[in-house]
């Protein structure tokens, strides 16, 4: 069935570094791929979406592109900030569409 | 709109007994899902409504678990003799879509914390 694998966390950063976080997905067709991300004490965010093949979402910094030849959907920000600490989930809808299939989620954490 | 809201935000309760979480999705929008999410996994598909219908339950929804959305608005999850293995936290999301697509965005809540001790 569907899937989605995020890379193992925790990611600890230094201030202004450099962030990938790895997503690849196993799907039939080419679904919308998402990232959400979770802040302490809060619910889950949209932070960005590609609807197809080759497009880029992207939302307060963050990047990544669908790329249906390597399955992938990684996520970069070129210059992390403490206020970035939280954990990040993949996802992909499922088959029928009707709900999110979510990675593990990767936790970073972010220190000045 | 202040967003999705679910309570209580922390439920504790002994092995055995009954708990029912509540949600309040955004306004006007028919479509209501509950996740659960262990800690170091990401959230599971449970069940959702597509205004009061329940369209879709996960193979995760045992029998002890039930939901509602009586006027399709708001929504109950119930769990009914609730075992160590139900602690998790219980999340709803809401939103607005048409068709069978899930390209539009779901917001959630804060999510219950639940407790079986």
């Known amino acids: 069935g569907d899937s989605v694998t995020q890379m193992e966390g925790p990611v600890t950063l230094s201030e202004e570094a450099f962030l990938t976080i790895n997503c690849t997905y196993t799907a039939t067709g080419y679904p919308s791929l998402f990232w959400y991300v979770q802040y302490p004490g809060e619910g889950l965010q949209l932070l960005l979406k590609?609807?197809?093949?080759?497009d880029k979402g992207s939302n307060k910094g963050f990047e990544a592109t669908y790329r249906k030849e390597t399955t992938s959907f990684h996520l970069e920000k070129g210059s992390v900030q403490v206020s970035d600490s939280a954990v990040y989930f993949c996802a992909l809808p499922n088959q029928a569409g009707t709900a999110l299939i979510f990675g593990k989620g990767t936790t970073l954490s972010v220190s000045s | 709109d202040t967003g999705v809201s679910q309570d209580p935000r922390h439920k504790i309760t002994k092995r055995g007994q009954n708990v029912t979480f509540r949600c309040d999705p955004i306004s006007e929008h028919n479509r209501l899902y509950w996740y659960r999410q262990t800690l170091g996994q990401g959230p599971e598909f449970l069940t959702y409504?597509?205004?009061?219908?329940?369209?879709?339950k996960s193979r995760l929804l045992s029998d002890r678990f039930s939901a509602e959305r009586p006027k399709g608005s708001f929504s109950t999850l119930e769990i009914q003799r609730t075992e160590q293995g139900d602690s998790a936290m219980y999340l709803c999301a809401s939103s607005r879509a048409t068709g069978s697509s899930m390209n539009t965005e779901a917001f959630f809540g804060q999510g219950t914390r639940l407790t079986v001790v």
């Open positions: 409504f597509q205004n009061e219908a329940q369209l879709e």
């Open positions: 590609a609807t197809k093949a080759d």
